[in-house]
């Protein structure tokens, strides 16, 4: 199957601050004992993605009960 997906503004450009090490984390690489750098990253990553593009956020799955 080749469907593919039309995102509005899906070229546009966005910025993202990060450090060197939240980057690598997000690569892949792993930082034993400091998994906080990629949860840091993707929070990063989502709140520009919500902020550019007003998402609402996500409802956590513990509230849909």
Do not use: C, W
Not at 17 to 27: D, G, Q, S
């Amino acid at each position: 199957m080749n469907a593919s997906i039309k995102i509005p503004h899906g070229d546009d450009k966005v910025t993202v601050e990060l450090t060197v090490k939240e980057l690598m984390a997000l690569t892949g690489v792993r930082f034993h004992g400091n998994h906080r750098l990629e949860v840091i990253a993707r929070k990063k990553l989502n709140n520009i993605l919500e902020e550019t593009f007003e998402i609402e956020p996500a409802v956590p799955y513990q509230l849909l009960s």
